[in-house]
């Protein structure tokens, strides 16, 4: 049984790469996220686990600035989410934020680099040079730059999508269930690179996942239990 | 289906249905130029009149020649100067005892030849107001002058324009086409496209959802979508722009309609058409940005219930079907504005109710055999009745799309039937006096007393001739109607049974020839022209008992004693010309009901085709675990039999009303009924070619999928 345990945020979120204070989401009479504290600095990890329907995936969409939240307050870096309009959370996501989900979600009908360069490409980088870095990040990660994404594997798939989440050098890599659609072996690799990413990019990473193993890795845990966030006591 | 398929089905869609919207808009640009070119081309050939006789070049009659199935102008010309122009589309005036016919008459040269004089030409298209237009120049031979037929004139292009192309219809009721061209051409395009932008809708939420986690603003996937539209929309209009652009270098024909679209009246309306189609381009661009546009993130929000579809309003449905047809019938046989009233009314809310009519049949059905499949324990059966139960909405858009097109051609049919019927009736009622009776309009002037002789003379003695006037002499608030009178020799009269009787033979066309109910007086004598202010018509009856008058013969014999020759008609005729012109625009309804409804069509099939491969996908995994592929057959199969049953029910029945209306209003209502029967089955046609490409979609899911993440 998870042990619930509630505490304010400590003063060291206001230098945080993501921080929220007293978020709330409600959808119509019901209350989705219920006065939600989190941060997270540079250079660590975090990892949400929780029910399904606890509200993790609400979390993250509000975190992402993909929804606006109904109150509190939500900072990526020194940036005030909550209060911009759709297009502004948009470029802030583009530049800001790495995201990574759970099948990938790549577009089919472009190649493994052409996916890459894309967040490249929508924040009005340089072509040659986002073409360089893609290609950087795809042979480190061992994925042929060139073939369509719908022949490659499931692993394979979710590394293109994590050099995607990098190509534009974020300060907030966002995650959800990044490793459930692979096998045993595929999510060892993969949960082994992407919890890399904080002590080689310098970077926030926040995931949620279901998995307590993956969960494990990172140097904080949470659990969304009916839309309130709290420090996990439970050992990995 | 990969997305690249989805993509370029949805270009071809696109570009398909910019170019009908283009030339929809066009052809509403074109109703005015078109008839301001008819008008003007027959204003050219009209004759500029005068009453000052020593300044005409020419004379001429006017008069119309109508046959079975056909209506034609006869101009009767008269050269006094043959220097002077002749009429637009001749070189020269035709020689006495000759004539000149439009193209579409060239079938037709011997029996003219027999009435008007030797065919010698073909009037050339220039001079006529269209290429199919009936028309016959005759220039009688020497012969006796009847003055009061003809009219002076001193060239041709006169400013008040006269209408002698016979098509009353078109020229006087023109602004009903843009009504028909609003319902039938340009909501069915925009409707189209419309529906090729909503294809691959749920591919493009998912692009927009990644695109825009990426960092992508709502601007700029409105800025990738109009990209992705650009080519489609561009190549719709290079084709729509090539059809105008052809349309101004030869003429167009409008098959069915008897109407040619003429390139001068394409060129002349130029710049408008060019301006509708930068105007439709921006009306395309607008309809393809709106469906494409991004959607609003809803977070955890609940998506979208399915429509409730409650069972009272299918019953409303079908008491509205049942009270407005009854009521259409007890009216069609007294004022006919009134019965189209309840019809189109009662249409009207049937349309409105036929979608909400259409799902609770899919509803109900799948929950009878989500019911049926879960006692006998049939997968397949259970499957696709709860899929139909729980979410009927793409299955009853479907149903609704076809049962909408049947209702609607069904319609477009009754009215045709209507239309055809006047005509039949006119046919028939023509029909038994051919060959029996032919009445010829004899002038009131005495001089014209020898020609009367001579024609008597020159008929063949077989014929019985006897002349009918009738009188009406008017007072300041009222008239009086004298009894007709019959004139004949005594022999001919006795033989016609009307010797001494004031009785009108019940085999005679009476009613035709001197007004219903007027009572006749019988007087003996030779057929004398009559005379006298309260004349009302003065008519010579030729009477064959043996039934084998040639009318053609009759007409001959005219145009050899009188110039012009006095036309040969049969009681009926009038009545047949006015049912031609029915006919004539029941072509129009139906050219505009087959373009509106293919459109139509192609929306119904471009929305089962997507719905098809979503439900494909949908059902994959349960066929793929199971091992067992043919259930996808199954379902899909279950599926479209459900939809056309759906069809069947509310289109055909629904429609089925229209035929006893049709009955009512004294037409045959069975072909309305095979016509109904006959749209059903094409729309099964349809469904069943929709069920198949869902069963083919579904075996390449079955293949494809794989456990753990869903792959296009």
Redesign the interface.
Same mark, same amino acid.
Do not use: F, H, K, W
């Given at each position: 049984m998870t042990q619930i345990e509630t505490t304010p945020p400590s003063d060291t979120c206001s230098a945080a790469a993501l921080s929220c204070r007293q978020v709330r989401?409600r @959808? =119509?009479r019901t209350t989705?996220l219920d006065g939600v504290d989190l941060c997270v600095a540079g250079g660590r990890s975090a990892a949400i686990q929780g029910r399904s329907g606890s =509200?993790k *995936? $609400?979390l993250l @969409?509000?975190l992402?600035g !993909? +929804?606006r939240p109904t109150g509190g307050s939500v900072r990526v870096g020194e940036t005030e989410m909550s209060t911009l309009s /759709? *297009?502004r959370r948009? #470029? !802030? /996501? =583009?530049?800001h +934020?790495g995201?990574v989900f759970q099948?990938a979600?790549? !577009? #089919?009908?472009l190649t493994a680099i052409e996916n890459v360069m !894309?967040?490249a490409l929508? $924040?009005h980088q340089e072509k040659a040079a986002a073409r360089t870095r893609a290609h950087g990040l795809l042979d480190e990660l061992e994925i042929p730059a060139d073939r369509s994404t @719908?022949v490659l594997s =499931?692993g394979e798939r979710q590394r293109v999508a994590m050099a /995607?989440a990098l190509i534009?050098g974020p300060g907030l890599v966002l995650a959800d269930e990044p490793t459930g @659609?692979l096998d045993a072996e595929l999510r060892e690799t993969s949960a082994d690179l992407l919890f890399s990413l904080p002590a080689s990019t310098g970077c926030a990473l926040l995931v949620v996942t279901h998995d307590p193993a993956v969960a494990s890795r990172a140097d904080e845990r949470y659990v969304m239990d009916t839309g309130r966030l709290a420090p996990s006591t439970l050992d990995g | 289906m990969t997305p690249a398929r989805i993509g370029l089905t949805q270009a071809v869609a696109i570009a398909a249905a910019t170019a009908l919207v283009v030339l929809s808009f066009a052809a509403l640009v074109l109703i005015d130029t078109t008839y301001d070119g008819r008008y003007q081309r027959s204003a050219d050939r009209t004759p500029i009149v005068t009453v000052d006789h020593e300044i005409a070049s020419f004379r001429f009659a006017h008069s119309f020649s109508a046959g079975p199935g056909r209506k034609f102008s006869v101009v009767y010309l008269d050269p006094l100067d043959r220097a002077a122009p002749p009429p637009p589309g001749l070189t020269q005036w035709p020689q006495p005892g000759t004539a000149v016919v439009s193209p579409s008459l060239a079938d037709r040269v011997d029996e003219i030849g027999v009435v008007y004089g030797e065919v010698v030409g073909t009037v050339d298209t220039s001079g006529l107001v269209q290429p199919t237009e009936d028309l016959v120049y005759a220039v009688p031979a020497p012969a006796m002058f009847d003055g009061s037929n003809w009219e002076h004139a001193v060239g041709f292009g006169a400013a008040n324009r006269v209408n002698m192309a016979g098509e009353i219809w078109i020229v006087e009721y023109a602004e009903r086409v843009y009504y028909l061209v609003l319902f039938f051409l340009v909501a069915p395009a925009m409707a189209l496209l419309a529906t090729a932008a909503h294809l691959g809708d749920e591919e493009r939420r998912r692009r927009h959802a990644i695109l825009e986690t990426l960092g992508a603003r709502p601007g700029r996937l409105v800025r990738l979508e109009a990209r992705r539209a650009a080519l489609p929309l561009l190549t719709g209009v290079a084709v729509a722009s090539g059809v105008l652009t052809a349309g101004s270098l030869v003429d167009l024909p409008l098959l069915g309609a008897g109407y040619w679209l003429r390139s001068e009246d394409f060129r002349a309306a130029a710049p408008a058409l060019w301006s509708v189609v930068a105007g439709s381009i921006v009306a395309a661009i607008c309809v393809v940005l709106v469906a494409t546009r991004p959607a609003r993130v809803r977070g955890a929000r609940p998506r979208g219930r399915e429509p409730r579809y409650p069972g009272w309003v299918a019953a409303l449905a079908a008491v509205i079907v049942l009270l407005t047809g009854r009521e259409a019938i007890n009216r069609v046989g007294g004022s006919l504005d009134e019965a189209a009233l309840w019809v189109f009314g009662g249409s009207m809310l049937s349309l409105i109710l036929l979608p909400t009519v259409c799902g609770w049949l899919t509803r109900t059905s799948g929950a009878l055999i989500g019911e049926l499949g879960s006692r006998g324990g049939h997968p397949a059966m259970l499957v696709a009745g709860a899929q139909l139960r729980s979410a009927p909405r793409g299955s009853a858009r479907l149903a609704a799309g076809c049962a909408m097109a049947v209702f609607l051609v069904s319609q477009i049919f009754a009215m045709l039937t209507l239309s055809y019927a006047e005509n039949a009736v006119a046919e028939s009622t023509a029909k038994p006096h051919d060959g029996s009776y032919v009445v010829i309009g004899v002038p009131r002037e005495r001089s014209m007393q020898p020609a009367l002789d001579q024609i008597v003379a020159d008929l063949a003695e077989n014929l019985h001739v006897v002349h009918v006037a009738t009188r009406v002499r008017e007072f300041p608030n009222s008239e009086i109607e004298f009894p007709a009178t019959i004139t004949g020799s005594v022999a001919m009269l006795e033989e016609l049974g009307l010797s001494g009787l004031n009785e009108v033979p019940t085999e005679w066309p009476w009613d035709e020839v001197a007004g219903s109910g007027n009572p006749l007086v019988t007087s003996a004598g030779p057929p004398t022209i009559a005379v006298g202010d309260d004349l009302s018509s003065s008519q010579m009856v030729v009477i064959d008992p043996a039934g084998q008058l040639d009318r053609s013969q009759i007409q001959h014999v005219l145009n050899t004693v009188v110039r012009p020759g006095w036309s040969v008609s049969i009681p009926g005729d009038a009545w047949r010309a006015g049912a031609l012109n029915a006919v004539h625009q029941s072509r129009w309804i139906v050219w505009f009901g087959v373009i509106g409804s293919s459109m139509l069509m192609a929306v119904v099939f471009l929305r089962t085709w997507q719905a098809s491969s979503l439900a494909a996908r949908r059902g994959a995994p349960l066929a793929a675990v199971s091992g067992r592929t043919g259930l996808t057959v199954r379902r899909a199969v279950m599926r479209g039999a459900v939809v056309a049953a759906t069809v069947a029910v509310a289109g055909g029945l629904a429609s089925y009303h229209l035929s006893w209306v049709v009955d009512a209003g004294g037409a045959d209502g069975g072909p309305v009924r095979q016509t109904i029967a006959v749209l059903c089955l094409l729309a099964t046609v349809a469904i069943s070619g929709a069920t198949a490409h869902e069963v083919y979609e579904g075996r390449r899911a079955v293949r494809s999928w794989r456990p753990g993440g869903e792959r296009s």
């Open positions: 989401y @959808a =119509g989705i =509200g *995936s $609400t @969409a509000v992402m !993909l +929804i /759709r *297009s948009a #470029d !802030l /996501r =583009g530049q +934020i995201v099948n979600e790549l !577009l #089919d009908e !894309l967040p929508l $924040t @719908a =499931g /995607r534009n @659609a | -």
